[in-house]
């Protein structure tokens, strides 16, 4: 299988992608790859957290660090998005079935009708993250995000620039799944796989 690039994401997109999800105090978005937390911050008003398995990095106010495919701190269905921008988990030579456990803990953070958002600059991402994915009850959509209109006619267009980007939007279902349920979905989809590789 291909080898997946960091995608090259800039703080203006970042923005526009809390912007499009609608995300708020209560039903946040969790920032997977967030290095040292710093655009989370910067958004302020309690809309980010962030978790990055930088193995030089200590925990802060601003992000958790250690391996997403670990317990992680975050409570189940309290986030409205989660986007993956970075990670070694994700993005080095990491064992398929670490990843595999490591997306159902993210995707157990999501509240129903949830979107897990992962930004893309190669047509390689989409059957790579398809296949990562396919033991999961989520729904594909390729999208594009474009900053409002408003913003364009106003002076969002002086402060943030105008903005565009291209993810695969893998979205939930509207019933809560627990944090069990979804490690049980990731424990199939990795015996399947095992048994497929062994035939």
């Not at 920032?31 to 200590?58: N, P, T």
Request: net charge positive; hydrophobic share 40%.
């Amino acid at each position: 299988m291909s080898h997946l690039e960091l995608p090259q994401l800039s703080f203006g997109q970042f923005q526009l992608i809390t912007n499009s999800y609608g995300v708020t105090a209560k039903k946040t978005l969790l920032d997977v790859g967030c290095r040292d937390g710093a655009w989370g911050q910067k958004i302020g008003g309690g809309l980010v957290k962030g978790l990055d398995d930088s193995r030089s990095s200590k925990s802060t106010d601003a992000a958790w660090y250690g391996s997403p495919a670990a317990s992680i701190p975050f409570e189940v269905h309290t986030s409205k998005c989660a986007v993956i921008r970075g990670t070694e988990t994700f993005f080095g030579s990491t064992h398929p079935m670490e990843v595999t456990i490591a997306l159902a803990n993210i995707l157990s953070c999501l509240a129903a009708g949830g979107s897990l958002v992962i930004p893309t600059d190669s047509p390689e991402d989409l059957p790579i993250w398809s296949d990562r994915l396919a033991c999961f009850p989520v729904t594909l959509q390729k999208k594009t995000l474009k900053s409002s209109l408003f913003a364009k006619l106003t002076f969002g267009l002086l402060t943030n620039g105008i903005h565009e980007l291209q993810v695969l939007e893998f979205k939930l279902g509207r019933k809560p799944i627990s944090r069990l349920e979804w490690h049980r979905y990731a424990r199939e989809g990795v015996l399947s796989k095992q048994g497929s590789t062994a035939a």
